[in-house]
């Protein structure tokens, strides 16, 4: 057998399973969008535009917002540890800041939605502070419970693998720095995030993705209008059946994360010339 | 210690955790001086130079520049500027803006940073290289940068952390020129530390050999060759060479007695504080006149004679080993002597370093005898270990 031939055969089980269980469903949701009745159109799309226009508007404007927080975030917890000159604060932080990485976005969901509820623990605690009175206390169960929850739950991951760059950049470009008078915040925004730029990318992209396909947190924290694609989603094929305009906004929840990867494509080459 | 001193470092101590890097460390530096730092690696050169930089906090001592303490004070309050052995040039930054960051620092205005760069590109012969990342440059032309980006922003003193250690060995002999040169025409103090003795001796007019944490001797590269003041120092110039002999002083001579394996020698003591006794002699192979057995001496000095045990060619001279009784040493010649030839090796007095083994048990190295093992053999606790083993 002609060597091609026999690699192609060890990775034929490797490609059937791709093929079968990914390529395929997804090539049928996205043939599904255009089916219409009997025959092929764009009756879809024009129902999803109609009604899930503002929807799609606010997924974008959460996500987006939550992205830009977590990067911030994300960049404050790495650069800490790094350039952290307290080592007990620094292993402090390192120990707690990933704990968030392990609890389910549907538990988190859950905490928020006893903690941000009009009488939830924080508007509780905030009261006994004498912060706030009881008739200005308000739910945080909107937009801004998405975000803090997206906030909360991602942060940690994008900060794990932003510090773990940051731990590898050559001591001496700092110290460099350093020698020649540049203060901590200088270092950070002019010498340490430039060299890390590719992975808090990265990490940004994949934390944008995953947030993109999060039901639970919306369901849990806003299940009123306008909520997120997700959760219109599940309200189509749940409620209605209707698998054409779900696959409609699949679809559209896919282009918004594909516009995500070009950014960062588009970033990545720019660096690279 | 001299009392222009420019830069005065004064009782010095270092300690990471437990362990002791520096050790009541006193050193005084001209202005306009060049002292290189040599050492093994672990003796706390590159210790020594970050405590002066700043970069380590000592846990005792003081250094102080033109009469100010800056032992408290961050790197950038102390007018030095490091050059570091990875240079950790920003890679996201062009060469420019590498070396124009410290003049940015300081708040200076655009066209005058342009200007100072250069300035400093044309200085290091880096004009047209502006605008490129440090990725595109050879591994010369980023030491360059790198010194470039330290000079930028005027130093009063330049720190050089083996800058020329990751370049490859033709540039470093060029490169270790035009760093000396440039140090001259700026009139710049520099503190150079290095683990390679040549290089010290190329560069400084000062070389500072360290040990363990304390200097071992500084003097001028002559002093340290010609005239070590340990045999550490006498090993660590190249005089790898090591016999156990056994001498007494007479007047300004040591007379040092025939052995089975060599003759009676008279040496000069030429200033040197030596005690009757155990004697450490250590010469390089460079330094011996190599002869066959039975060829007439043809310069005074200690006479051994053993049996050549291989020979390879250096280029230059033949460097053969040859072995004295149990103890392997290390002869060049112009000219081979095959193996197994019975030679004469004639060590002139004044290229024979001499120190007095320390010796504070009876245990010490057997005095008539070469010792069985070159080097560190001699020390009393290895010797009794030998001993029992």
Redesign the interface.
Known sequence: MPPPLLGLLLVLPALVVVLLLFVVPLGASVAGAFVVGDGVGLGNFVKTFALYTPDIVFTVLIVSLSTALIGTFAIAIGGYLTLGENPRAVAILRWLYRWPMFIPFIVVGQVLRTFLAKNGLMNNVLIAAGLITPLDAASFLDWRGIVIAFVWKQTPFVALLVAGAMASV?R??I????????SRA?ILVE?LV??V?TTLMVSLVLSFVTMMSVLSVPLMINAQSPTMITADIAFRINAYGDYGVANALGLVSLAISACAAIVYLRHSVRERT | MNDDAFLRITDLSVGYGATRVLERLRLSIARGEFVALLGASGCGKTTLLRAI???VTPSAGAIAVAGRDVTRL????RG???V??????????SVAKNIG??LK??GLPRAAIERRVGEIEALLGLSGLGGRKPGALSGGQRQRVALG?ALA?DPQILLLDEPLSNLDARIRLKVRHEIRALQQRLGITAVHVTHDREEAMAMADRVVVMEAGRIAQAGTPEEIYNRPASAFVAAFMGAENMLALNGTVRGEHIHIAAGPHYGAAEVPLDGRALASGALEARFRAEAVQLQAHDAPPATEGLALSGHVEAVSYLGGAWRHSVRIGQTPVFADAEHSLAPRTAVRLTIPAEKLFLFNTPSPSGAAAPADDTHPTATRATRPDRVREAAIS
């Open positions: 050559d001496g470009t110290e460099a720095a350093r020698n020649l008078g540049a200088r010498i430039p060299q730029a | 930089a700043g970069f961050p790197p950038d309050r030095m500027a490091l570091f052995q990875s240079y950790a040039l920003w890679p996201h930054m960051y410290g620092l300081k980006r922003v």
